[in-house]
């Protein structure tokens, strides 16, 4: 796994060998997702929230370009302590890593951010939960974004902020943004 672009661009992250309940973004489809976000988005001064962080692979590469308050989800502890020295052997400031369920955290959210990402576990049973709980907790700031990464068989096109899917095999990410244009 490698930081793609930024100041850390080039840099490899090596997770653990047993990760049980974690399956991390492709470089490729990481790679896909990050050449559409820099048409879209100012990483600089960022304020994200990674759900299902897993590896912390989408922050490192949020962080490496930029963004300047990074708040990762992740409930297993191993991958959780994983983040946490990364973070640290990175030198990444602003990067909180909490060790809760991301309902729980959702249900109890009172701040809003400019990108959200969630790459769930996809045997997850309720994933289709994550884009109506965001929108109707209002998580996203005005022109905020929320990537979801599921498999084809979700489909969020009639979704409140749905703009676009984008296809990477076996991975698709599903675009949703908080105003009318900015379409991916």
């Known amino acids: 796994m490698r930081i793609i672009a930024g100041d850390l661009g080039g840099r490899k992250i090596t997770p653990p060998s047993k990760m049980p309940h974690t399956r991390p973004t492709t470089d490729i ?35 490496s370009r930029g963004a300047s308050e990074l708040t990762i989800i992740e409930k297993d502890p191993v991958m959780n302590e994983f983040i946490k020295k ?14 809760i369920d991301v309902f729980r955290f959702l ?10 990402f969630a790459g769930p576990p996809y ?14 907790r209002k998580l996203l700031l005005p022109n905020g ?19 676009a899917e984008r296809n990477y095999g076996t991975t698709l990410f599903s ?8 379409q991916p």
């Open 145 to 163: 974004w929320f990537v979801l990464e599921h498999t084809p068989r979700n489909n969020y096109k009639g979704y409140p902020l749905f703009a």
């Open 29 to 63: 489809a990481k790679e896909g997702l990050f050449n559409i976000l820099q048409n879209h988005i100012d990483f600089e001064g960022l304020k994200s929230l990674d759900l299902f962080g897993g590896t912390g692979s989408i922050s490192y590469e949020l962080a």
């Open 123 to 136: 045997a997850l049973g309720n994933i289709d939960d994550l884009p109506k709980l965001i929108v109707e």
């Open 175 to 182: 675009f949703f943004v908080n105003k009318e244009e900015g």
């Open 86 to 99: 990364t973070a640290a052997m990175l030198h990444l400031k602003n990067f909180q890593v909490l060790k």
């Open 107 to 116: 249900e109890q959210c009172a701040e809003q951010f400019n990108f959200i």
